[in-house]
DNA sequence: AACTGTATGTCGATC
DNA sequence: GATCGACGTACAGTT
């Protein structure tokens, strides 16, 4: 079958093929077959090979893998998977902006990706390689998530008085040199009110910005200053932290949220 | 060509070919063939599909995707990934532990993922199928990843004089209600030390997370508190931030890291 | 099941 | 290029 299979993807002349296919597969190409086809193609096309293969990476950490088969997805910008049965992450990857060599040593395809800033090499060794696979594939331009954290400030900055009856904007994304506060506002009785957004459950990080937002805009402007922290849930420790620090917490029922998706689009 | 490489595919009696192969390919498979084989197989196979298609999220947050060509991979603990042409992450995806429905609606292969806790659906409308893959993978038992900050506190943890001289453990990973502190030490003159241990470039919050910890210590024993952050590298404004508490900056160069990968394994 | 903290996090925005 | 914070973060370990 692989041998009908090959010849089928191969005997055609490779140029027209390409240019005018959106995918090529191979069953157990050679080690040969395959090294040309990717080197070939691989900016233009995700590759994806199947085999059983050995993987070691090294650079932040370091791992290695002994020969078992594996998923091994190869993008044009340079990312690069290797897939297993499980998880929703690859066990061994390079990001975007990695360079590919692919070579056959010793009758093996050798796939070696390097990338810099971070140095990191991840080598591949394929002594069986069972399927090859090109696709053509596009990136989806204005690609948008609705519901982030983005989308919760446009809100509020719209219905301010959700977060309090009162409150007036003075700026949002207020940039000060601890970071970049969410909402600035001030409420009805002139205090300045820093506003800490968060998406989903908000943990001890958030109270803690929170709190390094209000003490630096006291010192700086030696105003009364107060702390909200906006978010959808909030767990218990951080809450603890919250009333520690005198700080309020504005819950935002997931009935608006999803409200708010629907309007968005 | 499509036709030969199905026929070939399809017509072997599927229950021996599969038993014995660790893998199936079919190019431009009909939907029913493409459904029935994804629902017979999905809890043994990794699937790899590539069409022109559609895409729906909603969930935490929510997201479409219009008609493409994107690469669709299905893994049997319920991870799905849509993938298209560049990026390490997915565009739209679920994690293991969602539930696949496959099913051919007016003649369209259609995919519905669905998870709970947080309720999560991913629906996926295949109306071009160019390509399925049933490829058999194994997840590797004991993988591990060397150069974590485990790593790094067990070095520091048999050469404590790499901080500072006369430094003597109390505890690692005490806890506290603030959280779990890397290293808690005393020093040659009595002092409490806290150590905050990050694997690569510190930033503010590890900064800030020291603090806490130093705080707390301060509070709850009333002695002298020190704190010592160790890393690789430190951003210029967490080291503004640690030369403000008069906390400590122990630098691991790469060279001593290194070392310690490759002693590892 | 909820919570906490790490990650080779990745990614985008800003300086 | 460095820095910083959000992410539908995912994932592992603990309570």
Known sequence: MSDILSYLTTEQPKQEHVQQDNFIVLVEPSPEDACSLINRHRSRFVIVLYGNLRAHYEGRAKSDLELAPRLVILKPDGALLIHEATKREPVIWQPPKATLYAQVDNGILVLKSVRTNPYEVVKIEIPSLYFLGLFKLGVTENYKVIGSEKDIVDFLVKNLDFVEPGL??????????????????????????????KRGQAGPEAVHQLKRYVEHMQKTTGRNVRGILVAQDISSSAFRYLREYGFKFVRIPQKVLIGLMSTLK
């Open 168 to 197: 007036k904007l003075i700026s949002r994304e207020f940039e000060t040199n601890v970071g970049s506060i969410d909402l600035l506002c001030e409420d009805k009785d002139g205090n300045l009110v820093v506003i800490e957004v």
